[in-house]
């Protein structure tokens, strides 16, 4: 009888590990993420993790769903809510989530092995959004190299800038915000983010260029490295997008912060162009820092910084939103029909009808999920709308700028800030095909993996 039933718990896991083969690399990714969640929910959910008080079973949730989204949102003061054990699962969970759950587990495969399975390829062509010319297994090794030397570099550089500054434990404050920086996670020791350090450009510059450096994408940098070495000749249409788009939103967000931003008109120049250019930065990257009170900006900024959390950083970073590369996709359908052409360009290139559809696509699904997602909030809170809005661009955007009212959102409006952050973290898109792709579908090609 004894071994009658070992067999049949043995069958019943090798029934689950083939469902998990037939399903489509879409809903893998999805169910990998949520799978992560309720780990780290279950760990943060213990005694040990608890700080000054226990942590309520919703906000273990939360902050799990958070840390892994890379969000940065919290119901509960990551500096004195959690322990030091609570603080590290936070810290894993947000590496995790800002390299991707598939890409730690794909490295250890090729340190083992040396090559990946033909499924664990076609999953990361669903993490990662690359071109043809580049092989996954080189590109997930160059990934984690990448983040080991940045992460590295900011936990030295933020060391000293913390120590000058005169904060206790610069060594672990460095460590959790260097990792929190390049992950664009927005989790900080402070209940009150960076806002004592406004004036110090040291911290100001070196946590925007972590968050650069992670919004802008692994893509960039092995394709600029592939160019330096001589493997090409110049770098991809992908890369120079995501750069220029950059470049320039960032610049125009700054110059408006600056101008019509009333909470920083008093500021000494300096300090005013400075807490511009980070919370520009924080919005873009969603890395989800700040230096000055949100709650306090004027709704014109509100605004600004929503759109530029709904703009987000690029594909294959670590940053959520939209996406660059698909903003201006959009750009130039709206371009080549005020210009009567029939063909979509960007740059005297001409734009796939196929990254059309997906942007398109994208756009729909986004801005849907923002809509139901603060039409939810708004029946279950009574806070103002703005406030809600901000809040909900904020979740699904997975940025973690609030104007203070997330603590204080009934369980249902944590709950739909949770559902949303999971959106944001997988895709909206990615999380649409997910839910309603039919079962046993087989993989039809780009169209199905690009998103």
Not at 10 to 28: A, N, T, Y
Not at 99 to 117: D, E, H
Not at 171 to 180: D, E, Q
Not at 269 to 274: D, F, G, Q, V
Request: proline share 4%; glycine share 10%; net charge positive.
């Amino acid at each position: 009888f004894g071994r009658e039933k070992e067999e049949h718990v043995k069958e019943k896991w090798l029934g689950f590990f083939r469902f998990l083969d037939s399903l489509h690399p879409v809903r893998m990714v999805a169910l990998g993420y949520l799978a992560y969640i309720l780990v780290g929910w279950i760990l943060l959910a213990l005694p040990v993790s608890f700080g000054d008080k226990p942590v309520s079973a919703l906000d273990a949730l939360f902050t799990s769903a958070s840390a892994l989204s890379t969000t940065g949102l919290a119901t509960v003061s990551t500096g004195q809510g959690f322990s030091l054990f609570g603080q590290l699962v936070i810290l894993v969970l947000i590496q995790i989530g800002g390299i991707g759950y598939m890409t730690f587990g794909s490295f250890v495969v090729l340190s083992g092995r040396g090559q990946l399975s033909e499924r664990r390829e076609q999953i990361g062509k669903v993490v990662f959004s690359m071109p043809e010319e580049f092989r996954i297994a080189k590109f997930i090794r160059s990934v984690i190299f990448f983040t080991v030397v940045v992460e590295t570099a900011g936990v030295a550089a933020l060391f000293v800038a913390f120590r000058e500054a005169g904060l206790e434990h610069p060594l672990w404050w460095a460590v959790f915000h260097s990792i929190s920086a390049f992950c664009t996670a927005g989790f900080g020791l402070s209940d009150v983010s960076f806002e004592a350090l406004r004036g110090n450009v040291a911290v100001n510059a070196i946590l925007g260029i972590l968050s650069y450096l992670g919004a802008i994408g692994f893509i960039v940098f092995v394709d600029a490295w592939r160019r330096l070495i001589g493997k090409t000749d110049r770098l991809t249409l992908t890369s120079r997008i995501i750069l220029v788009t950059t470049v320039w939103v960032s610049l125009a967000g700054i110059a408006l912060f600056y101008v019509a931003e009333p909470a920083i008109q008093a500021l000494p120049p300096y300090e005013r162009l400075t807490a511009s250019a980070f919370q520009v930065m924080a919005a873009i990257t969603t890395v989800g820092f700040n230096t000055i009170p949100i709650g306090q900006l004027s709704q014109a900024s509100l605004f600004l910084l929503i759109m530029l959390m709904v703009l987000g950083a690029s594909p294959s970073g670590t940053g959520g939103g939209l996406k660059t590369t698909t903003f201006s996709a959009l750009f130039g359908v709206i371009r080549s029909a005020l210009l009567g052409r029939d063909k979509v360009t960007f740059w005297r290139k001409e734009i796939p009808e196929e990254r059309v559809r997906l942007a398109i696509a994208s756009l729909g699904f986004y801005v849907g999920a923002l809509i139901a997602g603060s039409y939810l909030l708004a029946l279950s809170e009574s806070q103002p709308f703005e406030g809600l809005l901000f809040e909900a661009a904020s979740a699904l955007g997975t940025v973690g700028l609030s104007t203070g009212i997330t603590a204080q959102l009934t369980p249902i409006g944590k709950l739909i800030l949770v559902l949303l952050m999971f959106i944001g973290r997988v895709g909206p898109l990615t999380f649409g095909v997910a839910l309603f792709l039919p079962s046993g579908r087989p993989l039809r090609g780009k169209e199905d993996l690009a998103i």
